[in-house]
């Protein structure tokens, strides 16, 4: 008997102890993991601002295949969540601020806990990555919520890793989304030609990407300074391509509804005339336009038509990529003389 009590005694105070300590802990948490992104911090941001996205790279999902995840109509942006329930209870997640490409500040409510604030941030980095920090902190924290945290082994432990390995998920499945590429033959067209402003250079073909990054915004500036009004997507003339020599002579050139007399000497204006040619489109990253041309020669030769030496060869870019950052969704047209 007088072990009992004894045992009780011990229990007593171990239970006293253990509440003393637990009552002691902090009364808010904070938790923040950051990791580089090699994607665009646009790119980023609109994968994370919409929760249709996110089952794909959590952790939590990938853990315990039995949670489910529930979506509402409103998914995205601000106003959006989702719910998800698994053993330990049913939470929320609901966006209540956003600075686009900048910041997301999110709520989390979880079983009967009181709420968690969520905040991720994206800083651009120069070589076109972001520095992604994903943060979540609660305050004014309840004894039970304290108990549960000190069972699980403290909030750092519980999320921490969790938000490492959903940051290394979302780096992998947006890299490999910014390499998906289609190439369609669109088939045989009759481009419509018009007046155009140009600048011409000759070079070694790797150097093309940095000529065009010159060319290109020179264009563009002399045509905003001039009131230019562009008469569609600018486009690559290509005149010459040696591949025996690795050379390239093009022209990169910006269409306009009339006539321009250039007051500059490296700016000149020409006209193409409307043409019959086999249009093709690449939808994707700009590396891939060596296969769309080697794609479009070849269905020229298997249908037995004939290239017009004398005519032109074009690359129309569609859309800008400053405003569509992510490679995936850049649009390329090229269009090949045929007799």
């Not at 500040?105 to 520095?131: I, R």
């Not at 419509?192 to 000529?211: A, E, L, R």
């Not at 032109?312 to 045929?338: C, G």
Request: hydrophobic letters at 35%; aromatic letters at 12%.
């Amino acid at each position: 008997m007088k072990a009992l009590k004894y045992i009780f005694f011990l229990l007593l105070i171990a239970i006293i102890g253990l509440a003393i300590y637990i009552a002691v802990q902090p009364n808010s948490f904070e938790v923040t993991r950051t990791k580089t992104i090699n994607a665009p911090a646009s790119v980023v941001y609109n994968n994370v601002i919409d929760y249709k996205n996110w089952e794909s790279w959590s952790s939590w999902a990938e853990a315990d295949p039995e949670m489910k995840m529930i979506l509402p109509e409103k998914t995205s942006g601000v106003g959006g969540s989702y719910s998800w329930e698994d053993k330990d209870g049913v939470g929320t997640l609901k966006t209540i601020r956003a600075t686009p490409n900048t910041s997301i500040k999110q709520q989390m409510q979880f079983a009967d806990f009181p709420p968690s604030d969520v905040t991720w941030t994206f800083t651009p980095n120069t070589d076109g990555t972001t520095e992604t920090s994903w943060t979540i902190s609660g305050k004014d924290l309840p004894f039970d919520f304290k108990f549960f945290s000190v069972l699980m082994g403290g909030m750092e432990k519980q999320i921490g890793p969790h938000y490492e390995r959903s940051l290394e998920k979302l780096d992998s499945i947006l890299v490999a989304s910014m390499k998906k590429y289609s190439i369609t033959i669109n088939g045989e067209t009759e481009h419509g030609g018009g007046f155009y402003i140009y600048n011409t250079v000759s070079c070694k073909i790797p150097d093309m990407p940095k000529h065009i990054q010159q060319m290109m915004p020179k264009l563009g500036d002399y045509a905003m300074k001039n009131n230019i009004q562009m008469a569609g997507a600018p486009f690559n003339y290509y005149h010459k391509w040696d591949i025996a020599n690795n050379t390239v002579m093009f022209s990169c050139c910006i269409p306009t509804t009339s006539k321009i007399i250039s007051n500059e000497a490296d700016i000149l204006t020409g006209q193409l005339q409307p043409f019959k040619a086999i249009k093709t489109t690449l939808q994707g990253n700009y590396v891939n336009l060596r296969e769309a041309w080697e794609t479009t020669m070849t269905y020229i030769e298997k249908n037995g038509l004939v290239v017009d030496e004398n005519g032109p060869s074009l690359e129309s870019y569609i859309n800008d990529p400053m405003q569509t950052p992510n490679p995936a969704n850049w649009l390329t047209e090229i269009y090949v003389a045929i007799k």
